[in-house]
């Protein structure tokens, strides 16, 4: 059967995208702040201290722990 006007279903071809990678290329490190931080979650701590400033661990909604300058918002 022919398609008039139109492509027929052997003029369609499958395109397929060659990806090419990148070389040389490195993770970048957690700065140091990313790092206190990282300790005191896997630990387990209340409170940890970065640069003379203390952060209150407070748990999210979902579970997810996370820490704040905030004293207020800070679980108890």
Not at 28 to 48: D, Q, V
């Amino acid at each position: 059967m022919a398609f008039v006007g139109g492509k027929s279903k052997k003029d369609k071809k499958t395109k397929k995208d060659k990806k090419v990678k990148k070389t040389g290329s490195k993770k970048r490190p957690l700065n140091p702040y990313m790092l206190a931080k990282e300790k005191a979650r896997k630990s387990g701590a209340k409170t940890f201290e970065y640069k003379g400033t203390t952060y209150y661990k407070m748990t999210m909604k979902t579970g997810m722990v996370a820490y704040t300058k905030n004293k207020a918002k800070a679980n108890k």
